[in-house]
């Protein structure tokens, strides 16, 4: 027998490559818009659409390994099926293309970041392609064409032009701002009028207010890196997430996006997207909502009596007030300078002044053992609490008494005021700090675990917040007995009728630090004038390319050394940097900004110019954004329709996104106050790696298991196994490549699908792919004659097993695809080729076409073929996914009782459909019903098909 027509290795590649030939010539995968240069005739865009994404990749230097389609082949499923449903699909890919990698590549080999990342682009295309990934290509772009970027400027630019209305609750042009100062109904912070402030006054005033601002502000400089980092891309212990290098706070001039105006927001919105639950807590506790009060102590002379100067505290417990005996602020607070004296005041205890002999010393030693910490490590619970005294008394607005005014670094400078008021009896930190300093303690919290009121017995502070206040009360104020909120409302109050502060809501999250000291990023689009006044480029001018450079290099720095300065490749190109432009008001001469953006700011829109990717004039048109985003039933705030990618961007990218959509929103650019509607995250891909004795990784696909003993052995000597990431540096990587070689595409989509439920990780096991490859070759065999390659299905009705068999798993695999389950689905595929196989003899057509068409948004090339030469003419892909007969899904048959006068005498195995007259017939002729009724004639037969029938005797 010929084996010509046996789906193997080399079959499988044939098909493959011609299929994807056929897909790219007939644009099988372009999606219409409804209006626009992408609009057509076929009425597709009338359809109901789905907007199927993924996290776009960067393309780096070693291309796909086999961890990295698990999200793209799973949306190219769901894209898949969803066509099949009847939808207009909008799937495509482009790729991130700015960032370090690249940038660090081009300074080791002198390279063009353009020139290595177009080649690693191609590279990954190729393989994606090779995977039979169902792209509208018309749509993908890469963050890095001046085409896209200039619309990332274009937004840029939107947003340093506005500012947030708090009254109108959202962002609005500044114009209105400027008008506001100009007409008077809004005042200059130093009353002057605003139209005797300078023009360089006017810019420093809207400065406060831009969405888009420079300041001066602390930073995290990584001298490693050479540039500075936002927030969320220093880890927990205060290094940079890449590279690992020590992180310090430094002061200087950077460009920030005011994302703190919509904390709020963008809280209060997670509630309207459906996203998982770890994703939305993680955001909210990024965003870190804290209800509290601010409020007032006024400071002490030495010698008795308050001064002017008072220091603001947050607080979240204004209930405690009765019980802060000291304070507390950290130590860079720029108000300690002014109130430390000259020498220790007489009643400093000797542990409170570190040994030093004056409050300046004291002062000057703590904060420069306070720098050298991270955050993390200074808030750390366990640590032992250290601090100094300032020599400095405040004064406790609520009792009157004097407190000691500390520094300590366990209070940071960036949270809240910067100052806390300590209440040591009711907050840990506080007591282990009383604790060390032999400050006093007042137990103003009633204790409900019986451990009485005097903190000097205690072991810990009383935090429970179930409880009411003792021990307060002083002139008007007295919160004695009161429950903690009402405690709360009524410090508030009191704080407000005296002007000694409000209950407030403060927010942890930070503005986020848009510049980057890089090359290989977006130029800003801003000029500065001869004042140093900062100016926008008006659209006319954009893009602003990235000029060529000869070095790209950042200037990096000893990674210990904090007091280095960083250096931006931009600025080395005088030429760009100083130009003469018409900026409206003749032409003047200008000095470019030489920072570049972060490697965040092309993602945080890329979903809206997949919608549109040629318009010239718009960012993109507001009809189709509407169809493909807009809110609508079940999603009143829009957004794209299933969004997959890895949770590691839960605060980075989507937290960024989501703000940059919420600004185009509130000015009118986009219909849809959120990015993405639903979004899933896949779990990763791990894989073994081995090592020898001396802990270093050995290649995993040169180890041999042992005969004996089911150890691991490499080069002779015996190796440990762990399950980790795939990776170079783990020496485990599988390339997509070799299963492609070895099997085909379609065994690699099914693998990967059929290897658990798509959130959790899963270990890569090569040996294992062989069973979907085998679940084709059954496939295949079950519809075609190997031979001759034709077709071998029995052209008569499946039985009525066949039916039922096909009927449940079109049923199981639709609600499967649906909530991406496709493990699940492809054990019930299986199943069916399984029941075909046993039933024996030719495959009915119905049957064979029905797995045809389930297996289709799985394993689409095979699909094709099978579907082809069952004499198909149009793709598989245009067909509609089979729907279930509910006849042939519900359970084969029920149990009837048969009752003769209410007593049971027979039970009866029926179909649920049986009919009321089959089933009377059923029940007088089932033999022990005949036996009972001993050949009396029957009155009356009560039937209620199909459980019960109840015969009455005449
Ligand atoms: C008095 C008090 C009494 C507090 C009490 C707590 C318990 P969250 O919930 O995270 O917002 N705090 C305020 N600013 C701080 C800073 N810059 N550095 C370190 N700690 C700071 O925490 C708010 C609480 O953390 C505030 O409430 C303050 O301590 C402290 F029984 O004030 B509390």
């Not at 659409?49 to 291309?63: E, L, N, R, T, V």
């Not at 995290?220 to 020590?246: H, I, Q």
């Not at 009191?494 to 502060?501: D, H, I, S, V």
């Not at 299905?793 to 096909?806: G, I, K, N, Q, Y």
Request: with cysteine.
């Amino acid at each position: 027998m010929s084996e010509t027509h046996r789906y193997d290795a080399a079959l499988a590649a044939d098909i493959e490559a011609r299929w994807q030939d056929y897909w790219e010539r007939h644009g099988t995968y372009e999606t219409p818009n409804p209006t626009g240069e992408l609009a057509d005739g076929t009425g597709r865009a009338d359809r109901p659409k789905k907007f199927i994404m993924d996290m776009f990749p960067y393309p780096s230097g070693a291309g796909l390994h086999v961890g990295h389609p698990l999200g793209y082949i799973a949306t190219d499923v769901y894209a898949r099926f969803q066509r099949m449903n009847g939808h207009n699909v909008l799937h495509t890919l482009g790729f991130d293309a700015f960032g370090l990698p690249a940038e660090q590549y081009a300074v080791q080999t002198g390279t063009h970041p353009r020139v290595s990342t177009e080649a690693n682009m191609k590279t990954y295309r190729t393989q994606l392609r090779r995977l039979g990934l169902g792209y509208d290509l018309r749509r993908s772009f890469a963050t890095i064409d001046p085409d896209y970027y200039r619309w990332t400027q274009w937004i840029f630019v939107q947003i340093f032009n506005s500012w947030y209305d708090r009254d109108a609750g959202r962002a609005r042009p500044i114009e209105v701002l400027v008008a506001q100062f100009a007409a008077g109904e809004r005042a200059t912070p130093d009353g002057r009028p605003w139209a005797e402030l300078t023009a360089a006054e006017r810019a420093d005033v809207l400065s406060g207010h831009r969405l888009a601002y420079a300041s001066d502000a602390p930073v995290n400089w990584c001298p490693g890196l050479g540039t500075v980092l936002a927030n969320e891309e220093v880890t927990a212990d205060g290094r940079s997430e890449r590279g690992n290098f020590p992180v310090f706070k430094a002061k200087l001039r950077q460009w920030n996006m005011r994302i703190t105006a919509y904390a709020d927001r963008l809280i209060d919105d997670l509630d309207t997207v459906d996203w998982p639950a770890a994703i939305k807590i993680q955001q909210r506790n990024w965003i870190g909502r804290s209800e509290g009060a601010r409020l007032d102590f006024p400071l002490a002379h030495a010698a008795g009596g308050v001064r002017e100067e008072t220091v603001t505290v947050f607080t979240t417990r204004q209930d405690t007030l009765f019980g802060a005996t000291y304070m507390v602020l950290a130590p860079e607070h720029p108000l300690i300078d002014a109130v430390v004296p000259e020498s220790w005041p007489a009643d400093t205890r000797q542990a409170w002044t570190g040994g030093h002999a004056t409050p300046r010393d004291a002062v000057a030693a703590y904060r420069k053992q306070a720098a050298a910490k991270s955050d993390l490590e200074r808030q750390a619970e366990a640590r032992e609490k250290t601090g100094v005294f300032t020599g400095a008394f405040a004064v406790n607005p609520a009792t009157g008494e004097r407190i000691p005014v500390f520094i300590a670094d366990y209070v940071l400078l960036g949270y809240g005021t910067g100052a806390i008021m300590a209440v040591p009896a009711h907050d840990s930190r506080d007591f282990a700090f009383a604790r060390a300093f032999e400050l006093p303690m007042r137990c103003v919290v009633e204790p409900t675990d019986g451990r009485g009121t005097d903190p000097a017995a205690w072991d810990d502070s009383f935090n429970a917040k179930d409880a009411r206040i003792v021990n307060s009360a002083a002139g008007e104020l007295s919160l004695d007995g009161l429950d903690v909120a009402s405690a709360k409302a009524r410090v508030n109050a009191w704080l407000a009728e005296r002007g000694l502060g409000e209950g407030t809501v403060n927010f942890r999250l930070r503005d986020w630090l848009f510049s980057r000291q890089r090359y290989w990023g977006e130029p800003f689009p801003v000029v500065y004038d001869e004042d140093g006044v900062a100016h926008a480029l008006p659209e006319s001018m954009l893009p602003l390319e990235l000029p060529e450079v000869d070095d790209y290099a950042p200037r990096t720095f000893d990674p210990d050394d904090a007091d280095t300065r960083p250096e931006t490749p931009l600025s080395r190109n005088e030429e760009w940097v100083n130009v003469t432009l018409d900026l409206g008001d003749g032409p003047k001469k200008y000095r470019r900004e030489t920072n570049t953006m972060p490697n965040w700011a092309g993602s945080c829109w890329y979903q809206l110019r997949y919608l549109d990717p040629f318009n010239a004039e718009k960012l993109v048109d507001p009809e189709i954004e509407r169809y493909w985003m807009g809110p609508r039933e079940g999603m009143p705030t829009g957004g794209v329709d299933l969004y997959v990618g890895g949770a590691e961007h839960a605060v980075l990218h989507l937290l960024y996104a989501r703000f940059w959509q919420k600004v185009l929103f509130d000015l009118g650019h986009v219909s849809s106050p959120e990015p993405y509607h639903k979004l899933y995250n896949q779990g990763m891909i791990q894989a073994y790696v081995y090592r020898d004795s001396r802990g270093f990784p050995v290649p995993a696909a040169e180890v041999e298991v042992e005969e004996h003993d089911g150890g691991w052995v490499h080069a002779g000597e015996p190796v440990t196994r762990e399950l980790g990431k795939i990776g170079k540096s783990l020496k485990n990587v599988v390339s997509p490549d070799e299963i492609f070689a070895a099997y085909g595409a379609d065994t690699l989509r099914l693998y990967e699908m059929a290897m658990g439920p798509l959130d959790v990780s899963r270990p890569w096991e090569t040996r294992a792919v062989v069973g979907q490859y085998r679940l084709l070759q059954r496939l295949w065999r079950n519809v075609l004659d190997e031979a001759t390659g034709e077709p071998a299905v029995a052209e008569e009705a499946p039985d009525e097993a066949t039916l039922r068999a096909m009927h449940k798993a079109i049923d199981g695999v639709r609600q499967d695809l649906e909530q991406l389950r496709f493990n699940t689905a492809i054990a019930k595929i299986t199943e069916l080729n399984n029941h075909v196989t046993k039933a024996g003899g030719r495959v009915p057509r119905e049957a064979a076409e029905t797995l045809v068409l389930l297996i289709a948004p799985l394993a689409p090339h095979v699909a094709e073929e099978l579907w082809h030469r069952l004499g198909h003419e149009d793709s598989v892909t245009a067909a509609d996914f089979p729907v279930a007969d509910p006849a042939f899904v519900v359970d084969e048959t029920v149990t009837c009782v048969v009752q003769i006068r209410g007593k049971v005498r027979a039970r009866l195995e029926v179909a649920p459909t049986v009919s009321e007259a089959d089933l009377e017939a059923l029940a007088l002729g089932a033999p022990a019903i005949v036996d009972a009724l001993g050949g009396d004639a029957v009155r009356k037969v009560i039937v209620r098909a199909p459980k019960l029938v109840n015969i009455v005797p005449a």
